[in-house]
């Protein structure tokens, strides 16, 4: 077994390719966001790691909130759009149709199959190029047509993935297994 280095490489594969939702200055604003986790169960927590150049990180400071959405394969090019440009340059609050939740002003998009509205609780300022948004999760949106017996099924939500080095985006492939099963056929 030949290891070779290729460099100190943050990035964990695969990464999501999602879309935070925020009013900047009263209007919805998305950025494509691949810096994205859950940190905690329960209660959920998540957190997203945003540039501090981004224009968004201003709209959730001002309201408090923000949404997470994953979008599926036929959102791929709004999505990169949303990548490429910033809303200090272009308004981006016409590329999706757009509804609110409980906290009123996380913008959250209808053709989204998942979309998660989080209440802002910490900003952690210790890099010096982002800064890391905590998020409590208050709502989780859905539709029928996403679940399998009650709970989102990703190969119907077909979200899409990002392969950050090689600049890709790909597609989930099937099911190869049940987590908290296999392992205990293993040994
Ligand atoms: C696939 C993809 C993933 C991205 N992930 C992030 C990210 O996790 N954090 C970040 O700050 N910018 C990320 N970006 C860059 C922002 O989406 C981009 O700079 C965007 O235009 C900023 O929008 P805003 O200025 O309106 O907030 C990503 C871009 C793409 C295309």
């Not at 460099?7 to 209007?27: C, D, H, Q, W």
């Not at 945003?50 to 968004?56: G, V």
């Not at 890391?132 to 208050?138: E, N, R, S």
Request: glycine share 8%; net charge negative; proline share 5%.
């Amino acid at each position: 077994m030949n290891k070779i280095e290729i460099g100190a490489l943050n990035f964990s594969y695969p990464m999501p390719t999602l879309l935070v939702g925020s009013k900047v200055g009263g209007r919805p604003n998305f950025i494509t966001v691949a810096f994205c986790t859950a940190v905690q169960m329960k209660p959920p927590v998540l957190a997203i790691s945003l540039s501090k150049k981004r224009y968004t990180n201003a709209g959730i400071k001002e309201n408090g909130t923000f949404s997470v959405c994953v979008p599926s394969t036929d959102l791929l090019g709004a999505a990169d759009y949303c990548g490429i440009y910033s809303g200090k340059e272009v308004d981006k609050s016409d590329v999706f149709e757009i509804f609110y939740g409980k906290l009123e002003t996380a913008p959250m998009i209808k053709n989204c199959p998942i979309c998660i509205e989080c209440k802002l609780t910490n900003v952690i300022d210790i890099l010096a190029e982002d800064e890391i948004f905590l998020g409590d999760v208050v709502e989780t949106y859905t539709e029928e047509q996403y679940l399998t017996n009650g709970v989102p099924d990703l190969l119907k939500v077909k979200p899409f993935i990002l392969s950050v080095r090689d600049k890709r985006y790909l597609s989930l492939g099937e099911n190869i297994g049940t987590s908290w099963e296999e392992g205990k056929k293993f040994k």
